[in-house]
């Protein structure tokens, strides 16, 4: 158990519906990341959220969008999906942003 | 802007042999570098980090790594293979310049196969 726990952990849902990944980071960890990876694309870069607030955007389409709560706690919303957003969906947290975090297990998305 | 090489999509190596993956570097930075592994159906795990301390980094399960300069290149090694270490291995290379977000650039991975 890395410490950073992501549901659910598998999701299989049909193309225009809206999702909802969920992580919690590392106790202590301040600064929440989300990443995508497919096959094609490989691990992407999606938002970097640190206390709270939006740090960094990478490659993030506009239909999804991502915060973080008082509690630190992050959700990632994917809405209008289409059959290319099926990919697993991972959260990384560290103490702050110097890299070398720690990655959840990763929400596998199916969209049919 | 940081990226990452990985060199080889696919690595086959006998068990008890020599573990070498390649990774080449551009960073506008002093880059911090990165590999971590990934076993099928699992997250990421980190193997090892060079944060600009000593150039030889070593990390878990007897992996180290070089950096080196004057060739960009941060290659993964284990002197002897275990069937164990079969699995994907990405490098990485830190977003910590201007806008010092922390955010990792990966590379496409290396596919380590270790044939009994």
């Known amino acids: 158990d890395s410490g950073v726990t992501q549901t659910p952990k598998h999701l299989i849902t049909a193309t225009g519906q809206r999702v909802t990944l969920r992580c919690s980071p590392r106790s202590g960890d301040l600064s929440v990341y989300w990443y995508q990876q497919s096959l094609d694309q490989g691990l992407q870069f999606l938002i970097q959220y640190y206390n709270g607030e939006e740090r960094a955007k990478g490659n993030i389409l506009e239909r999804f969008s991502a915060q973080q709560f008082p509690d630190l706690h992050s959700e990632l919303n994917l809405s209008s999906l289409e059959l290319g957003d099926s990919a697993l969906y991972f959260c990384?947290?560290?103490?702050?942003?110097?890299?070398?975090?720690?990655f959840g297990s990763g929400t596998r998305l199916t969209v049919v | 802007a940081q990226s990452v090489t990985q060199l080889g999509s696919h690595v086959s190596v006998s068990e008890g042999a020599l573990v070498l993956l390649r990774c080449n570097y551009s960073s506008s930075v002093p880059p911090y570098l990165f590999w971590y592994v990934q076993y099928p159906n699992q997250g990421l795990q980190l193997l090892l980090k060079?944060?600009?301390?000593?150039?030889l980094v070593k990390g878990i399960n007897g992996f180290e790594a070089e950096f080196k300069k004057s060739e960009t290149s941060f290659h993964l090694t284990k002197p002897s293979a275990h069937m164990s270490d079969a699995a994907e291995y990405f490098c990485a290379v830190s977003d910590h310049g201007s806008s010092n977000t922390g955010k990792l650039i990966f590379g496409q991975g290396t596919t380590l196969q270790v044939k009994p």
């Open positions: 990384a947290s560290s103490v702050q942003g110097a890299g070398g975090y720690t």
């Open positions: 060079y944060t600009s301390a000593a150039t």
